[in-house]
Each structure stands twice: as C-alpha cells, then as structure tokens.
C-alpha cells in the first residue's frame, strides 16, 4: 500500500521568511495530494491539493509542487506569519482504494 | 453551508468499556472517512463509509467497527476499550468521488482510563 514520508518533523522560522515541508510517496498509481494545517484542538483543514496532471499550483502565500516521476512533492510558504503556525500534514490519495494516507506532520513554528 | 459536526466532543471510558462516537457529513456529502490520530502513530485512516456501505477499510481490529445511515451519518463504535485506543477521533466527508476534497470535523478526544 501507499507509505507517505514527511521532512522535516519540526520547523522553526522567523516571520517573514520561508518555509518548505517536502513530503515523498511510494505508489506511483496515487494522483491526489491534498496538504492540511491543523491547529491546536482542531481538526485538519485543507489548504491546498494538487492533481497529478499538474507540477505546480499556488494560491496567495502558498505553493505546492509535484515531481511525479520522483515521487516527491513540497508545500512552499512565503511571507511567514504568526498564524501559520500549525502542524502541517502532506496526503497522498490511493485512487484504487479511493483511501488517503497521510504523512506524520510537520511541527511549523513562526517566531515574531 | 454547515461544516462536519462531531459529538461528543470529550469522552472518558474506563478499560472494557464500549464507546459509540457520532459524525454529521456536511449536507450532500455521501463519504464519511474515520481517522484514529495520535502522538505516536498520527493519523491512521480507520474505515470509509458511501451510500450505507463501508467501502475501504485500514488495518484496525474488529473492536472497531462503524456504519452509515440513510441521511449519511455516521457512527464509530469501539468495544473493549483498552489504554491505547485514547486518540483524537476524526472523521471527514466528501462527496464520495475519487479524488474529492475531504473535510474534517473537530474530532472527538477519547480518553481511557
């Protein structure tokens, strides 16, 4: 079945700069590859997912790319905030068995 | 449009007890997903519920068990409770199709005693 990796497990940067989580996947069949942020006692929430017909897609402060025949895809975040603090997760989706397997989250902490 | 509703929000069992946790799917979804989540393990994807029917299902015993209802709502239910079934419980619901966004609820914080 599908095993998702995620780097690094804690991330720690000043307001302002960049962060990039890089996730790596083993099925090659997955094509969806959702990221959710989830904050302290809440559930996970989607904030951006791309498709395996597309290598790059971003949305205001946030990007995500896709290396299909590496296997391995990034969430970019730039102009860090307070707010973005969270812990992020990449996902990886099995078509087959139409299942999401997640990475084991990545701890981002944005420092004022 | 309502988001995915979880009830209880805080449970405490004691070992061997059996506990039955509730999902509400936001209106027109058909797929409920139940995830367990936890410090060591993450988030580990328990069954998926479409129409009624569990469609897929990860590596969890028998103690756990779900099921769907006509209006889409979903149940969890774990017997025998044992110390390391204490988890945040998360479900999520989509519409079903492969590749739909799944949106998660706040989750239900299981506690066992």
């Known amino acids: 079945g599908e095993n998702v990796e995620q780097h690094p497990s804690t991330l720690s940067v000043q307001e ?20 959710y942020k989830q904050e302290l006692g809440k559930g ?14 971003k949305d205001q402060r946030i990007a995500v790319t896709l290396n299909k025949t590496a296997k391995h895809f990034s969430l970019h975040i730039t102009e860090t905030q307070p707010e973005d603090s969270a812990v992020y997760f990449c996902a990886a989706m099995e078509t087959r068995y139409d299942k999401v397997i997640f990475g084991p989250g990545t701890s981002l902490s944005v420092i004022p | ?15 061997g007890q059996q506990v039955t946790l509730s999902c509400s799917p936001i209106s027109g979804h058909r797929s409920v997903s139940w995830y367990q989540q936890t410090p060591g393990q993450g988030l580990q994807f328990l069954f998926e ?3 009624e029917t569990q469609r897929n299902k990860g ?3 028998g103690r756990f068990s779900g099921r769907q209802f006509s209006n889409s709502r979903s ?14 419980y998360l479900c999520a619901s ?9 949106y998660f609820g706040p989750g239900t914080r299981l506690t066992v005693l």
């Open chain 2, 94 to 102: 989509s519409g079903g199709q492969a590749t739909d966004t799944q």
């Open chain 1, 16 to 35: 302002g700069d960049s962060a990039v989580i890089k996730c790596t996947y083993s099925d090659s069949a997955s094509n969806y590859f959702p990221w």
């Open chain 2, 1 to 15: 449009k309502a988001g995915v509703t979880q009830t209880p929000r805080y449970l405490i069992k004691t070992r």
């Open chain 2, 49 to 51: 519920y479409f129409s």
């Open chain 2, 75 to 88: 149940e969890m239910n774990v017997s025998t409770l044992e110390l390391g079934d204490s988890a945040l």
């Open chain 1, 44 to 57: 996970p929430q989607l904030i951006i997912d791309i498709r395996s017909n597309v290598g790059e897609k």
């Open chain 2, 59 to 61: 590596n969890f015993p």
